[in-house]
């Protein structure tokens, strides 16, 4: 049973922004440290310099042979089942530094020479140089230090999809970057049969992570031990028939070893190999999991574009049926824009309570439209407000979104109506908003939302969403 049927959310994968775990085993979804440090949002870049000054505390204990409280550091990482991502077929039971001992993880970080010569710089170096630790291992460690941010994160979905909280529940371990160390608080969370629950956003795992140490060794490592045992002419050189000199990687690794220690020897040998390795893998990490990829996963179907073009077009206008409204417009656009815009939130409060954001979008884009925008428009977060009555859209509606930009939440949203009179007079009245500085509004109407959904079932526009392209050109012209 996943979170979404034992809470009754009534939506699937598709309509969720987080993980749709279940509630008692883990699904095969990992958090890469590599691919949380591509993201671009100021919570995300919390996230990851909480791993990167967790990591700095833990070595800098190492090198002040502080190796007691460097230990206690690392035990903190113990397994624990709230997040259920990973390996586990049966009950969930984590995989985290501390589920193989915080002595003997604490043993291989401590006595590895990548650790006494400033190799291992970051999380995921263990990946590749601290024998017995594994990609399981790194996400579940992960998922504890930013521990913190997905308490908050869960707190907030679960008002998004009205998911009750039990409060004074035990946090966990909440890694402290000032004190440089751990915390227990009693928190509201969600509680299932099995426990307490923390959910981990969709746009933060991917299906491996983006370290391997038998890659790293495969086609960076030996390639470059191959040029260098070739250019001294040592005594792996063999001559081919025509002459020509070659040293074969099984020679190589018959001779050093095909394990993390000899990753390890050949790397202070090579440094510079492993900071190609790591800008590469810095700019080509994967993007996140798309609906297609949950689907196979979960076991689930895609978002139905079908039902929810049907759903919209049957949707009554009104008053009375505003919030269906608004609901479904956020179940339709977290479904076409992710993963470009993620962590939806409604009726945010602004100026002490003095106005409210139907649903505010986080701007996490790495490619298409809404990347773009985020390079030459503030647009860190995008606002949507939601009019659910067929008469013309005026000025007020206009002014009542622009009053919600601002330069640090962003200056980019969008209006969403049934229909409009005059097309031509709403698109005028945007235009002006846009000239006289007050932010920049694309206005929808359902004739256009559904238009965004049958392109998203033809699957033709990826995240370069033209429809949205070509409003804003008329904003800015």
Same mark, same amino acid.
């Given at each position: 049973?996943?979170?979404?049927?034992?809470?009754?959310?009534?939506?699937?994968?598709?309509?969720?922004?987080?993980?749709?775990?279940?509630?008692?085993?883990?699904?095969?979804?990992?958090?890469?440290?590599?691919?949380?440090?591509?993201?671009?949002?100021?919570?995300?870049?919390?996230?990851?310099?909480?791993?990167?000054?967790?990591?700095?505390?833990?070595?800098?204990?190492?090198?002040?042979?502080?190796?007691?409280?460097?230990?206690?550091?690392?035990?903190?990482?113990?397994?624990?089942?709230?997040?259920?991502?990973?390996?586990?077929?049966?009950?969930?039971?984590?995989?985290?530094?501390?589920?193989?001992?915080?002595?003997?993880?604490?043993?291989?970080?401590?006595?590895?020479?990548?650790?006494?010569?400033?190799?291992?710089?970051?999380?995921?170096?263990?990946?590749? @140089?601290?024998?017995?630790?594994?990609? #399981?291992?790194?996400? =579940?460690?992960?998922? $504890?230090?930013?521990?913190? +941010? %997905?308490?908050?994160?869960?707190?907030?979905?679960?008002?998004?999809?009205?998911?009750?909280?039990?409060?004074?529940?035990?946090?966990?371990?909440?890694?402290?970057?000032?004190?440089?160390?751990?915390?227990?608080?009693?928190?509201?969370?969600?509680?299932?049969?099995?426990?307490?629950?923390?959910?981990?956003?969709?746009?933060?795992?991917?299906?491996?992570?983006?370290?391997?140490?038998?890659?790293?060794?495969?086609?960076?490592?030996?390639?470059?031990?191959?040029?260098?045992?070739?250019?001294?002419?040592?005594?792996?050189?063999?001559?081919?028939?025509?002459?020509?000199?070659?040293?074969?990687?099984?020679?190589?690794?018959?001779?050093?070893?095909?394990?993390?220690?000899?990753?390890?020897?050949?790397? @202070?040998?090579?440094?510079?190999?492993? #900071?190609?390795?790591? =800008?590469?893998?810095? $700019?080509?990490?994967?993007? +996140? %999991?798309?609906?297609?990829?949950?689907?196979?996963?979960?076991?689930?179907?895609?978002?139905?574009?079908?039902?929810?073009?049907?759903?919209?077009?049957?949707?009554?206008?009104?008053?009375?049926?505003?919030?269906?409204?608004?609901?479904?417009?956020?179940?339709?656009?977290?479904?076409?824009?992710?993963?470009?815009?993620?962590?939806?939130?409604?009726?945010?409060?602004?100026?002490?309570?003095?106005?409210?954001?139907?649903?505010?979008?986080?701007?996490?884009?790495?490619?298409?439209?809404?990347?773009?925008?985020?390079?030459?428009?503030?647009?860190?977060?995008?606002?949507?407000?939601?009019?659910?009555?067929?008469?013309?859209?005026?000025?007020?509606?206009?002014?009542?979104?622009?009053?919600?930009?601002? @330069?640090?939440?962003?200056?980019?949203?969008?209006?969403?109506?049934?229909?409009?009179?005059?097309?031509?007079?709403?698109?005028?009245?945007?235009?002006?908003?846009?000239?006289?500085?007050?932010?920049?509004?694309?206005?929808?109407?359902?004739?256009?939302?559904?238009?965004?959904?049958?392109?998203?079932?033809?699957?033709?526009?990826?995240?370069?969403?033209?429809?949205?392209?070509?409003?804003?050109?008329?904003?800015?012209?």
């Amino acid at each position: 049973m996943r979170v979404s049927e034992y809470f009754k959310l009534g939506k699937s994968q598709a309509y969720s922004d987080f993980v749709d775990v279940p509630i008692d085993t883990d699904i095969e979804v990992f958090i890469d440290p590599t691919a949380l440090k591509t993201l671009v949002s100021p919570w995300s870049r919390e996230c990851t310099s909480l791993v990167q000054y967790y990591f700095k505390a833990v070595l800098k204990r190492m090198k002040a042979g502080q190796d007691r409280e460097a230990q206690s550091l690392v035990a903190a990482l113990n397994e624990r089942n709230e997040f259920h991502l990973g390996f586990s077929s049966g009950k969930s039971r984590g995989h985290g530094f501390g589920s193989k001992s915080a002595e003997s993880v604490w043993g291989a970080l401590s006595k590895s020479d990548a650790s006494k010569s400033g190799l291992l710089r970051d999380l995921e170096d263990t990946c590749l @140089l601290i024998e017995g630790i594994g990609k #399981d291992m790194v996400s =579940d460690a992960v998922c $504890n230090i930013i521990r913190g +941010p %997905l308490i908050e994160y869960t707190q907030a979905m679960c008002l998004f999809y009205g998911i009750p909280l039990t409060p004074s529940v035990t946090s966990g371990p909440i890694w402290n970057p000032q004190k440089e160390d751990w915390e227990q608080k009693f928190v509201p969370l969600p509680m299932s049969t099995e426990g307490k629950l923390i959910f981990v956003p969709k746009i933060f795992v991917r299906h491996r992570l983006s370290y391997e140490y038998q890659g790293y060794y495969q086609h960076y490592l030996l390639p470059e031990m191959q040029r260098d045992e070739l250019q001294r002419n040592g005594g792996l050189v063999e001559l081919l028939k025509d002459g020509t000199p070659r040293v074969t990687k099984k020679a190589l690794k018959e001779r050093y070893g095909d394990n993390k220690l000899a990753v390890v020897e050949q790397t @202070l040998r090579f440094p510079h190999v492993l #900071d190609k390795y790591r =800008d590469e893998k810095l $700019n080509s990490v994967p993007p +996140p %999991l798309d609906h297609k990829q949950f689907a196979e996963i979960e076991g689930e179907s895609p978002p139905d574009w079908d039902n929810l073009k049907n759903r919209l077009e049957t949707m009554p206008t009104g008053r009375e049926s505003a919030t269906a409204y608004e609901n479904l417009i956020e179940e339709i656009f977290s479904s076409i824009f992710y993963p470009s815009l993620c962590n939806p939130t409604k009726q945010e409060v602004i100026h002490d309570g003095r106005k409210r954001i139907d649903i505010t979008y986080t701007n996490e884009a790495r490619s298409g439209f809404f990347k773009w925008l985020s390079q030459h428009y503030p647009s860190a977060f995008i606002f949507v407000e939601c009019k659910n009555y067929g008469n013309e859209i005026g000025n007020p509606e206009v002014d009542q979104l622009s009053g919600r930009f601002s @330069l640090s939440r962003g200056q980019c949203g969008i209006l969403v109506c049934r229909s409009v009179e005059d097309a031509e007079r709403l698109s005028a009245r945007c235009s002006d908003t846009a000239k006289d500085s007050r932010g920049y509004i694309i206005a929808l109407t359902d004739d256009d939302v559904l238009e965004l959904l049958e392109n998203a079932k033809l699957g033709v526009t990826s995240h370069s969403f033209p429809l949205l392209a070509e409003k804003f050109k008329g904003l800015v012209n």
